[in-house]
């Protein structure tokens, strides 16, 4: 059974930083594409990024809200997905949750986390 | 940026009836050299993540109850549940995933009546 399990979320000043985790088990995770998505109040769901394998590159593509601020990176050896969040706002409040990545569709999100709450606020 | 669009907003329904949700995208998310439409439909229990229910506009995921079917093709799509159960109350999001980034429609809500 796919298990994703994210941590590190909690209250940020603006301009503020934050680093998220997802630990990954019941697949092949160094195999898998991830991505994450957040749920914002009053704005629904939003990508946010996504990384590839390594084996297929291990590029990542964001979405241009947070381009230049955010940084995913994963540790296959841990079974582990990060978002680095800096430069934090206020509009960057809300759910985030890891997602794995349909291999037959590379932008449909077939497995979620519970989610970890990031509150930015002075 | 393609966005999608969804209505009703919410609605209420007997136990038994027929559910309608529908969602359009401001382009189409039909890919002509697969013939596939790129439109997921999730939903969206209080205080639970996302959960696949279609992809590729009518395929249900493994696990989901036959009462849950997705049709349309191009820029008109549409979610039925066609007896709706207790266990149906949630908010039901689609999404397209062909142009980048993917993005989601603003939910409906589904109470029971």
């Known amino acids: 059974e796919v298990q994703l399990v994210e941590s590190g979320g909690g209250l940020v000043k603006p301009g503020g930083s934050l680093r998220l985790s997802c630990a990954a088990s019941?697949?092949?995770?160094?195999?898998?594409?991830m991505s994450w998505v957040r749920q914002v109040p009053g704005k629904g769901l939003e990508w946010v990024g996504r990384?590839?394998?390594?084996?297929?590159?291990?590029?990542?593509d964001y979405a241009a809200p947070v381009k230049g601020r955010f940084t995913i990176s994963r540790d296959d050896s841990k079974n582990t997905l990060y978002l680095q969040m800096n430069s934090l706002k206020n509009e960057d409040t809300g759910v985030y949750y890891c997602?794995?990545?349909?291999?037959?569709?590379?932008?449909?999100?077939?497995?979620w986390g519970q989610g970890t709450l990031v509150t930015v606020s002075s | 940026d393609i966005v999608m669009t969804q209505s009703p907003d919410s609605l209420a329904v007997s136990l038994g009836e027929r559910a309608t949700i529908n969602c359009k995208s401001s382009?189409?998310?039909?890919?002509?050299?697969?013939?596939?439409?790129?439109l997921a439909w999730f939903q969206q229990k209080p205080g639970q993540p996302p959960k696949l229910l279609i992809y590729?506009?009518?395929t249900r995921e493994s696990g989901v109850p036959d009462r849950f079917s997705g049709s349309g093709s191009g820029t008109d799509f549409t979610l039925t549940i066609s007896s709706l159960q207790a266990e149906d109350v949630a908010v039901y999001y689609c999404?397209?995933?062909?142009?980048?980034?993917?993005?989601f429609g603003q939910g409906t809500k589904v109470e029971i009546k």
């Open positions: 382009q189409t998310v039909l890919y002509s050299s697969n013939n596939r439409n790129y």
């Open positions: 590729w506009a009518s």
């Open positions: 999404q397209q995933y062909l142009g980048s980034p993917p993005t």
């Open positions: 990384i590839k394998s390594k084996t297929d590159g291990g590029a990542t």
């Open positions: 997602t794995t990545v349909q291999p037959t569709a590379t932008q449909l999100f077939d497995h």
């Open positions: 019941g697949f092949t995770f160094s195999n898998a594409w």
